[in-house]
């Protein structure tokens, strides 16, 4: 089982990324969960998803500790790094991120996803990116079955873009390690 938060501000596709993961999750036979907080203001104000990945029924969508915190931005980090379980996960888009100390008993991996969506002409990708990145440093779905639905997720709503293919692929391959 995997308790994820998706974090940063409206506008990133912070909620949209966990729409995707959770039908891809549901798509490769996994039981998933999803709530949403955000704010007022439509871009620029918080937001946030929990989801719940898992192969067992799922008790509740709101863990006491998460096992993923995926950050869009700085801010988000320094918000939910606290609901982090030691031996967690963090992944953060080095993009909006300064030089810092992270816990020594939480792994984080980071990848530019802003540089890499924007390299792709595909802007709004950064979430398809951070998600690759995601999937990499925790391995909880396997690449090729989420490339395949992931596909298939952008087919079926009428929106068919290797663009978003190549982000995602792009943040797994160049996810790296930061402590």
Known sequence: MADIMFAGIGGQGVLTAGKILIQIAADNGKNVSWTSEYSAEMRGGIALCRVV??????????????????????????????????????????????????????????????????????????????????????????????????????DHIGKPSERNVRCFKEGYEKAEKIS
């Open 53 to 154: 990945v898992s192969d067992e029924e799922i008790g509740s969508p709101y863990p006491d500790k998460l096992d993923v915190l995926v950050c869009m931005n700085e801010e988000a980090y320094d918000t939910y790094i606290d609901q982090v379980a030691s031996g967690g996960k963090v992944i953060i888009n080095k993009s909006l991120f300064g030089e810092r100390e992270y816990p020594d008993d939480i792994q984080v991996t980071g990848v530019d996803a802003m540089g890499i969506s924007t390299n792709l002409e595909n802007e709004r990708g950064a979430n398809l990116v951070m998600m690759g990145a995601m999937i990499e440093a925790t391995q909880m779905l396997d690449k090729k079955q989420f490339v395949d639905t992931l596909k298939d997720y952008f």
